[in-house]
């Protein structure tokens, strides 16, 4: 039983920092993502990153201000998120796939999916 636990959500204000957590439990998980999901929107990728630490980005909207990074020895995820904008409110999802290669960006990539976690930025 695969399961995939997220911490760090929180309220912050406009301009702060936040870090997400996700631990893969069951198998190892070679390819881990965040995703999030505003109020009434799709769920859109954030970033991805592979076992070898590859990792790939949401064009714009978050380049340059979130770093996602892993630890292969504790099945984790991280995803660092700075100078935070209102805009980035939503529930961060974390995703899992048992799959090598250069990170997906679908979210038909990912068979395994967390619980989401809240991020409220506050302008």
């Known amino acids: 039983q695969v399961q995939l636990v997220e911490s760090g959500g929180g309220l912050v204000q406009a301009g702060g920092s936040l870090r997400l957590s996700c631990a893969a439990s069951g198998r190892s998980m070679y390819t881990m993502a965040w995703f999030r999901q505003a109020p009434g929107k799709e769920r859109a990728f954030v970033g991805a990153?592979?076992?070898?630490?590859?990792?790939?980005y949401a064009a714009d909207s978050v380049k340059g201000r979130f770093t996602i990074s892993r630890d292969n020895a504790k099945n984790t995820v991280y995803l660092q998120m700075n100078s935070l904008k209102p805009e980035d409110t939503a529930v961060y999802y974390c995703?899992?796939?048992?799959?090598?290669?250069?990170?997906?960006?679908?979210?038909?990539?990912?068979?395994?999916w967390g619980q989401g976690t809240q991020v409220t930025v506050s302008s």
């Open positions: 990153i592979n076992w070898n630490d590859v990792s790939t």
């Open positions: 995703a899992a796939a048992p799959s090598y290669g250069y990170p997906a960006t679908s979210r038909a990539a990912y068979g395994y």
